[in-house]
């Protein structure tokens, strides 16, 4: 379950060097995989398809000379449901229960992850070890021990990755971001990013279960606590409890805070992080429906904020992120981007509209740097991921010790015994974090 002191606090320090502006040069080894011509298969693999691992295998069939050879999912329920979809359209696929089996299968160059957030770290770490690029969704770990040990991965076995943060792709996401680099601003002093969702149903207590007749939930679980069956933790409603996942925090918060480190050009990790929330509306969740979070800088902050069943959100916008300058304010969102004078100190930029699909352009993206092999090139690479899911992942831990927090970069800890203890996910029936 630990990785090494001396690899946790070396990754630990890429991650407090800034890596998440830092370019991301190849280093792939001379006997690595050759440039593709575009004549060339490249045959994937989706591993987990009920939800955004079968969206993003679609995209990535999009692309020219781009084959689905194969489906592996724990719900023979779902397996057969997908094979049947791309068996509508001419395509057979085999299918699997087991990803060792995928991952054993020489004939298949890259996977699609698609699981539970617990899954990522081993079925990415051992995909790269099998000679497979991957796509993995965000977040790319459930703990921060977990994010570092996929940075290692991916850099011992030169592997292209490729993390599910698609907005890196989107056009009016990096327009907007330029906006901010040309200093019409002024001095930025606060970012403000959030999420007000209305999820349908409250979470309610529910009493435990047997799976569902074809759920393998042995599989399902992997390295996470052995329990019972209950519907509450599983599809869908799996990232309310952090066993699997880290609530809104780490799934839209990958996305969002994202951008907030990507304009303000973050360089390490903050000096403090506090948080706090509650549980107003989920009485059978774990993870918060309510919570704020500070992320503390030298000379600015970054605030997160979500909302679960309330509300229309900040600026009449269900997310966002805002850029809080001087001379006005830039807001952007999945629907584009706009700028608000502040006393008529800057000219107001009109809603500027989104025109691209992020997805298919991420997809197209990871495709090519298969084929060309130029690292260089991956708008969401694994060190990308592993910035904002740490920075998520530290907004959790300030929240579940209900405590301010320093990182010590240098020792790969915080201040703080309770908070220390959350770093790394607790492995179990037999499995093992990887190590590099």
Known sequence: MTISRRKFIHAASVFAGGSAMAPVMSTFAEAG???????????????????????????????????????????????????AELAAKGIRVQTFGDYRSVLDNKDIDA???????????LMMAEACEAGKDVYVEKPIGNSIAECLAMVAAQEKYNRVVQVGQWQRSQKHFRDAVDFVYAGKLGKVGLVKVW??????????????????????????????TQRPFNPNRFHGSFRWFW?????????????????????????????RVSASGSMLRNPGAETPDTLTALFEYDDFNIQWEHVIGYGAG??????????????????????????????????AVPLQKSSDNGLDEHAKNFVEVIRSRRMGDLHAPIR??????????MGNIAYRTGNALHWDAQKGQFDHAAANKLIASEYHNGYKLPRA
């Open 33 to 83: 995989p050759p440039v593709r011509s575009a004549a060339d298969k490249i045959r994937v693999a989706a591993i987990g398809i009920n939800s955004m691992g079968w969206a993003d295998v679609n995209a990535v069939m999009k692309n020219p000379g781009v084959e689905c050879v194969a489906l592996c999912d724990a719900d023979r329920n779902v397996l057969d449901k997908r094979a």
């Open 111 to 121: 996977v699609v992850i698609g699981t539970p957030d617990h899954w990522h770290c």
């Open 195 to 224: 999420g007000y969702f209305n999820y349908g149903n409250p979470i309610l207590k529910l009493p435990d279960t047997t799976a569902p007749a074809g759920v393998d939930y042995k599989t399902w679980l992997g390295p996470a």
């Open 243 to 271: 066993d699997y996942a880290g609530g809104i925090m780490t799934d839209w918060g990958v996305h969002l805070l994202d951008y907030a480190l990507l304009g303000m050009k973050v360089a390490g990790t903050p000096k």
């Open 314 to 347: 900040i600026y009449n916008r269900q997310h966002g992120v805002a850029f809080l300058g001087e001379n006005g304010t830039l807001i952007v969102d999945r629907q584009g981007w706009e700028v608000v004078p502040y006393e008529k100190r800057m000219e």
């Open 384 to 393: 990308v991921g592993a910035d904002v899911a740490i920075l998520s992942q």
